[in-house]
């Protein structure tokens, strides 16, 4: 092709390849698309403060499944009467996503609080909070 240079006479210039071109662009919009982002973030109003504290789950109603669940998952609690494993759960209710949910709601709601780090040394431990006692005891006396 008489009309092309090769590669190498095109960097000798000065000018980059196709390729080398393609991946600076996509750079710069990668760039430019996370500075937008940011300032987008940074526009926002922040949160008052309580919804920071409990996040975004305290605003979600949960499923009626993941509502049973949770009860289950008190009443269990309520039962033991001290810190307990999340593999009890699981053992005792099945390891699905709504146990999950629930467990996650429970802690929005300061119905129970959890410990540990939860690794195998130091499992995560759920115990019911005077909030979730109260909320139990209330239910069992309907």
């Given amino acids: 092709m008489p009309g092309r240079r090769p590669l190498s006479t095109q960097a000798e210039q000065g000018q980059q390849p196709n390729e080398e071109a393609q991946q600076g662009r996509q750079t710069q919009r990668a760039q430019r698309a996370r500075q937008a982002q940011q300032a987008l973030v940074a526009s926002e109003p922040a949160p008052p403060a309580e919804q920071q504290a409990a996040g975004p789950l305290s605003k979600v109603e949960p499923t009626s499944s993941v509502r049973q669940r949770a009860r289950e998952i008190v009443a269990l609690l309520a039962a033991e009467g001290k810190p307990t494993p999340e593999r009890v759960f699981r053992k005792a209710l099945g390891n699905s996503a709504d146990s999950s949910k629930a467990l996650r709601w429970l802690l929005t709601q300061s ?14 431990t759920y115990t019911l909070t005077a909030a979730g006692l109260k909320s139990h005891q209330e239910r069992m006396a309907e």
């Fill in 111 to 124: 119905h129970v609080s959890k410990e540990g780090r939860g690794g195998k040394s130091d499992p995560f």
